[in-house]
């Protein structure tokens, strides 16, 4: 069944029993009892999704689509995390929802001193996640070996059973940082990296990029989901197309050159200032400001 049901009635009555301008729901089950909220008091409410709609995830849990489709039709406003996001609400459920992006701290995540002396590829991403395809990206390195030998490899510490020993047979030189307890904690790594890499394939947004663009590191993503939408220049990072490692090494190499540009850190930089915590937090006081205003 669909994750967090008990949600429904008891953040329902949370609402009922508090006296809110809005509600604003991360979750579709929040948003479904902020949709009969809406309901009874006339007060607006935001389903902000935080994935990208298809087919295929909408029928991965019973009631999944249901409780989508009544929180969506209920709640007074819809946001997406990307273009790409707001495209799939439009093709698959016929909505028309507004793209607002994530924003990151500018303060948390700074450029500064600390780079590895050797060529080091850093991946953020839960390395428990297919999805996340951190597996193609330690069978893309020793190829990448072939031209740049000290290369290393750095990744997130999975959690799953012989998760290690599976990504050491791709990568026998690969090395796992600790999980971190604050997203700003990274921050070290992405400045020790040359390249942070995220090679998802199905990413609504793709904040880690945006956090290693701010210390001033450039990326590499694939070319599918919204990571196109951000790494959109080549001054800043390269994607790769398909599901062969030889495109990912071609696009890491391309990356390391990058990384020895003087002009690219101040390049990430300014990219990772489109993405600011402020810019977002105005772009959804915007938004309360025009649902407030609808409302009376």
Same mark, same amino acid.
């Given at each position: 069944?669909?994750?967090?049901?008990?949600?429904?009635?008891?953040?329902?009555? #949370?609402?009922?029993? $508090?006296?809110?301008?809005?509600?604003? /729901?991360?979750?579709?089950?929040d948003?479904?009892?902020?949709?009969r909220?809406?309901?009874?008091?006339?007060?607006?409410?935001?389903?902000?999704?935080?994935?990208?709609?298809?087919?295929e995830?909408?029928?991965?849990?019973? =009631?999944?689509?249901?409780?989508?489709?009544?929180?969506? &039709?209920?709640?007074?406003? +819809?946001?997406?995390?990307?273009? %790409?996001? !707001?495209?799939?609400?439009?093709?698959?459920?016929?909505?028309?929802?507004?793209? %607002?992006?994530?924003?990151?701290?500018?303060?948390?995540? %700074?450029?500064?001193?600390?780079?590895?002396? @050797?060529?080091?590829?850093?991946?953020? !991403?839960?390395?428990?996640?297919?999805?996340?395809?951190?597996?193609?990206?330690?069978?893309?390195? *020793?190829?990448?070996?072939?031209?740049?030998?000290?290369?290393?490899?750095?990744?997130?510490?999975?959690?799953?059973?012989? !998760? &290690?020993?599976?990504?050491?047979? =791709?990568? *026998?030189?690969?090395?796992?940082?600790?999980?971190?307890?604050?997203? !700003?904690?990274?921050?070290?790594?992405?400045?020790?990296?040359?390249? #942070?890499?995220? *090679?998802?394939?199905?990413?609504?947004? $793709?904040?880690?990029? +945006? @956090?290693?663009?701010?210390?001033?590191? *450039?990326?590499?993503?694939?070319?599918?989901?919204?990571?196109?939408?951000?790494?959109?220049r080549?001054?800043?990072?390269?994607?790769? @197309?398909?599901? &062969?490692? @030889? /495109? =990912?090494?071609? /696009? =890491?190499?391309?990356?390391?050159?990058?990384?020895?540009?003087?002009? %690219?850190?101040? /390049?990430?930089?300014?990219?990772?200032?489109?993405?600011s915590?402020?810019?977002?937090?105005?772009?959804?006081?915007?938004?309360?400001?025009?649902?407030?205003?609808?409302?009376?």
């Amino acid at each position: 069944f669909e994750d967090h049901l008990t949600h429904v009635p008891f953040s329902y009555l #949370s609402l009922r029993r $508090g006296e809110d301008d809005i509600a604003h /729901a991360v979750y579709p089950t929040d948003a479904l009892a902020a949709a009969r909220w809406t309901e009874r008091t006339g007060r607006p409410s935001i389903l902000a999704y935080l994935g990208i709609p298809n087919q295929e995830g909408l029928a991965h849990r019973r =009631l999944r689509i249901d409780v989508t489709l009544r929180a969506i &039709e209920g709640c007074t406003a +819809v946001t997406a995390l990307s273009r %790409t996001a !707001a495209d799939a609400f439009g093709r698959w459920l016929g909505v028309d929802a507004q793209v %607002t992006y994530p924003g990151v701290d500018l303060e948390a995540f %700074t450029p500064g001193d600390g780079r590895a002396p @050797e060529p080091t590829v850093f991946c953020a !991403a839960a390395t428990d996640e297919p999805r996340k395809r951190v597996d193609l990206l330690a069978r893309a390195v *020793p190829l990448v070996r072939r031209e740049r030998r000290d290369v290393r490899l750095v990744v997130m510490r999975p959690s799953a059973l012989g !998760a &290690e020993e599976r990504l050491r047979g =791709l990568d *026998p030189e690969i090395r796992f940082a600790e999980t971190v307890e604050r997203p !700003a904690d990274l921050a070290p790594h992405y400045r020790a990296a040359w390249v #942070s890499v995220l *090679p998802s394939f199905a990413d609504s947004f $793709g904040i880690v990029l +945006v @956090e290693s663009l701010a210390c001033g590191t *450039p990326v590499v993503g694939s070319d599918r989901g919204a990571i196109p939408e951000v790494i959109d220049r080549e001054a800043i990072g390269r994607l790769f @197309e398909g599901e &062969e490692p @030889e /495109a =990912l090494a071609r /696009a =890491l190499l391309e990356a390391f050159e990058l990384a020895e540009d003087p002009a %690219t850190p101040a /390049a990430c930089r300014a990219r990772a200032g489109d993405f600011s915590t402020e810019r977002s937090v105005a772009a959804y006081e915007e938004l309360y400001r025009k649902l407030l205003g609808r409302a009376g």
